[in-house]
């Protein structure tokens, strides 16, 4: 990416804070000290809870002293006997490769054909876009439209083209997870696009023509030229992708509530959160796990993305 | 690298001229360019326009007809005013706008004041907090949830006259804090990146004239950030208007006051008996973001990438 240094170096900075007054100080503190808190109790504070509770065995709406604590039993239950455990980290596997090769490639393909600035770019850019703009609830509604067998626009497509007396249930049959994932797919194509899309108009021209002027092809310039360029942009591709794929859940809950081929890890929490049997040591230990896999994408990317600011 | 300053953006927006063509473009990949983007485009769109043509059907067309088919005594708006009043359509708009509103409002001033803080004076504990923020803005919601439902409906209390059961769930007021503290990390992120590129002296020279933190704040650094903020303000219009998940859990006992997007859930199937009528419910929930899209698209892909180009 283009590479303005921040800012200019700033040796005095230690020193300008004891030229504040006390009340600046204390407006300081202020603008600290309200945002912090409210983001640590109510977004780390249950994070840790979370994990605590994982570890104990309570309905939720008992009295908190018919709590338990079990130790290790919520998670041996859940590698062993949830029935729904292994289908959902499955799909969700599933979910996150398909995910990191399809509408990858796709939006990768597309920016780098926009960023040619060929005739009506800015129109095909906006439309590819739209779908990000809905939410994901949303996208479950409109492509029942398309999915549905006797009304849906696909299944009437090929009747009336390839098959008369075709039939399928899309969103029911086993394979509706990647029925789901194209409707998916559709709305993240357009954000990773975007995303590819200002890496692109960051990679030098100059080394463009220099590379065509030597003779090479174009493969040959976006395989030694633009991609390698494009590895900031990359990694933020493959966190957003990553995260978007531990959270999904609007879209098959949208669609049947998440079950029947499509469970998520994010659904069975939701179901034992709120669902007919309210069981928060099996939903939080679910979380524990969402959070470590969560975890072992985003701290890489912390690290990098903060490195220069750490303290030699 | 620091965040795309607003000539950046501009230039995402209006990409610099190609450099000059080789003479003789070679005129096979250009053709390819063409057909791979047209055919995108129109992939793309047509589940848009599907739902769009099914909502304009009259009923009575499509159940003579099909819905693949082409209209037969015309098209119609008469699902939209069905929908709307069969579902009562506004009541669950003024929701979303009551939540919304107020949402995108607090967490962009909270965001501002703590990317202040952090970006342009030194504390021992600057990276730490930063890093909280990013951080949380990254976790999936369903981490907190099962706690944050517990709080919400065991120990966060509410005066009754914002909420029905005396405390945070099933409150609009709930959903919004909620929302503020989850979207604070995304824009934390964004402003600190900003902010860091307006250069030391500006607010150096203020101090000097004996203006306090709170009027640099609010007469030097707020106006200098109008771009980002104006980003920040449709991206997160957006993504609040758009969740599902926070308002689903957290209002799970107060359908009444849900907002549209997770009211539309439970709409469909009890009053939206019809494709016709899902369409055009669809389609009506989707107009405010599509809508704030197409006026503001400048802000918002500015501000998509904005909050991405650091790394």
């Known amino acids: 990416?283009?590479?303005?240094?921040?800012?200019?170096?700033?040796?005095?900075?230690?020193?300008?804070?004891?030229?504040?007054?006390?009340?600046?100080?204390?407006?300081?503190?202020?603008?600290?000290?309200?945002?912090?808190?409210?983001?640590?109790f109510l977004i780390w504070v249950p994070t840790v809870g979370s994990v605590v509770l994982s570890f104990s065995s309570w309905?939720?709406?008992?009295?908190?002293?018919?709590?338990?604590?079990?130790?290790?039993?919520?998670?041996?239950?859940?590698?062993?006997?949830?029935?729904?455990?292994?289908?959902?980290?499955?799909?969700?596997?599933?979910?996150?490769?398909?995910?990191?090769?399809?509408?990858?490639?796709?939006?990768?393909?597309?920016?780098?054909?926009?960023?040619?600035?060929?005739?009506?770019?800015?129109?095909?850019?906006?439309?590819?876009?739209?779908p990000v703009v809905l939410s994901a609830a949303l996208v479950g509604f409109i492509w029942e439209l398309i999915y549905k067998d006797e009304t849906g626009l696909l299944n009437n497509v090929?009747?009336?083209?390839?098959?008369?007396?075709?039939?399928?249930?899309?969103?029911?049959?086993?394979?509706?997870?990647?029925?789901?994932?194209?409707?998916?797919?559709?709305?993240?194509?357009?954000?990773?696009?975007?995303?590819?899309?200002?890496?692109?108009?960051?990679?030098?021209?100059?080394?463009?023509?220099?590379?065509?002027?030597?003779?090479?092809?174009?493969?040959?310039?976006?395989?030694?030229?633009?991609?390698?360029?494009?590895?900031?942009?990359?990694?933020?591709?493959?966190?957003?992708?990553?995260i978007e794929s531990l959270r999904a859940f609007?879209?098959?809950?949208?669609?049947?509530?998440?079950?029947?081929?499509?469970?998520?890890?994010?659904?069975?929490?939701?179901?034992?959160?709120?669902?007919?049997?309210?069981?928060?040591?099996?939903?939080?230990?679910?979380?524990?796990?969402?959070?470590i896999i969560t975890m072992i994408a985003v701290l890489p990317y912390l690290y990098r993305t903060f490195r220069e600011e750490l303290p030699q | 690298m620091s965040a795309l300053g607003s000539t950046e953006v501009d230039q995402l927006v209006h990409p610099h001229p190609p450099p000059s063509r080789p003479v003789r473009a070679r005129r096979w990949p250009v053709?390819?360019?063409?057909?791979?983007?047209?055919?995108?485009?129109?992939?793309?769109l047509a589940p848009i326009l599907w739902a769009?043509?099914?909502?304009?059907?009259?009923?009575?067309?499509?159940?003579?007809?099909?819905?693949?088919?082409?209209?037969?005594?015309?098209?119609?708006?008469?699902?939209?005013?069905?929908?709307?009043?069969?579902?009562?359509?506004?009541?669950?708009?003024?929701?979303?706008?009551?939540?919304?509103?107020?949402?995108?409002?607090?967490?962009?001033?909270l965001?501002?004041?703590?990317?202040?803080?952090?970006?342009?004076?030194?504390?021992?504990?600057?990276?730490?907090v930063l890093l909280l923020f990013t951080a949380g803005n990254l976790l999936p919601q369903q981490v907190v949830i099962t706690p944050l439902y517990l709080m919400y409906s065991k120990l966060l209390w509410l005066p009754f006259a914002l909420s029905e059961d005396g405390y945070w769930i099933n409150s609009q007021t709930g959903l919004v804090m909620i929302h503020i503290a989850f979207q604070m990390g995304f824009c934390t992120f964004v402003m600190s990146s900003y902010m860091k590129t307006i250069p030391g002296e500006l607010t150096e020279a203020a101090l000097v004239d004996g203006a306090s933190v709170l009027r640099q704040f609010f007469s030097v650094i707020l106006p200098l950030c109008r771009a980002p903020l104006a980003a920040l303000a449709t991206l997160e219009f957006t993504w609040i208007y758009n969740d599902f998940f926070w308002a689903l859990v957290l209002m799970i006992g107060n359908p009444a006051d849900q907002p549209i997007t997770t009211a539309l859930n439970s709409l469909t199937g009890t009053y939206f008996t019809?494709?016709?009528?899902?369409?055009?419910?669809?389609?009506?929930?989707?107009?405010?973001?599509?809508?704030?899209?197409?006026?503001?698209?400048?802000?918002?892909v500015g501000g998509l990438t904005l909050g991405a180009n650091k790394g």
């Open chain 1, 1 to 40: 990416m283009a590479t303005t240094t921040s800012a200019p170096a700033r040796p005095e900075r230690r020193r300008r804070l004891r030229r504040l007054t006390r009340a600046d100080k204390i407006v300081l503190a202020v603008f600290i000290g309200v945002p912090t808190f409210l983001h640590v």
């Open chain 2, 52 to 109: 769009v043509y099914t909502s304009l059907r009259p009923i009575s067309d499509t159940l003579e007809n099909g819905y693949f088919s082409l209209p037969s005594g015309g098209l119609t708006l008469d699902n939209y005013t069905t929908a709307w009043e069969r579902a009562d359509l506004g009541r669950y708009f003024v929701n979303t706008m009551v939540i919304v509103l107020p949402a995108v409002f607090v967490v962009l001033l």
């Open chain 1, 250 to 291: 609007d879209i098959v809950f949208v669609i049947n509530k998440g079950r029947n081929g499509l469970e998520l890890v994010s659904v069975l929490i939701y179901d034992n959160v709120v669902g007919e049997a309210s069981r928060i040591g099996y939903g939080s230990a679910l979380a524990v796990i969402l959070l």
């Open chain 2, 111 to 128: 965001s501002s004041f703590i990317a202040y803080a952090v970006s342009r004076f030194s504390f021992r504990f600057n990276l730490a």
């Open chain 1, 158 to 242: 090929i009747r009336s083209t390839v098959n008369s007396d075709f039939h399928r249930q899309w969103l029911a049959e086993s394979g509706n997870l990647y029925a789901v994932l194209i409707a998916a797919s559709w709305r993240h194509i357009g954000y990773v696009m975007i995303l590819f899309l200002a890496g692109l108009k960051s990679v030098d021209p100059a080394q463009r023509e220099a590379a065509a002027l030597d003779g090479a092809n174009e493969w040959q310039i976006f395989r030694h030229v633009i991609f390698p360029a494009l590895a900031p942009v990359n990694v933020v591709v493959l966190v957003v992708t990553v």
């Open chain 2, 274 to 300: 019809n494709d016709n009528l899902v369409a055009a419910g669809s389609v009506l929930t989707a107009l405010p973001t599509i809508l704030v899209f197409i006026i503001l698209q400048k802000q918002f």
């Open chain 1, 59 to 130: 309905d939720g709406i008992s009295p908190l002293d018919q709590l338990e604590w079990v130790a290790s039993q919520n998670y041996e239950q859940i590698f062993t006997i949830y029935p729904d455990f292994w289908p959902a980290v499955r799909n969700n596997v599933i979910w996150l490769v398909f995910f990191l090769i399809v509408p990858t490639t796709i939006a990768l393909l597309l920016a780098y054909l926009l960023d040619k600035n060929l005739t009506g770019t800015r129109f095909y850019q906006s439309a590819i876009f739209v």
């Open chain 2, 31 to 44: 053709v390819l360019a063409y057909v791979v983007l047209i055919g995108a485009t129109a992939g793309v």
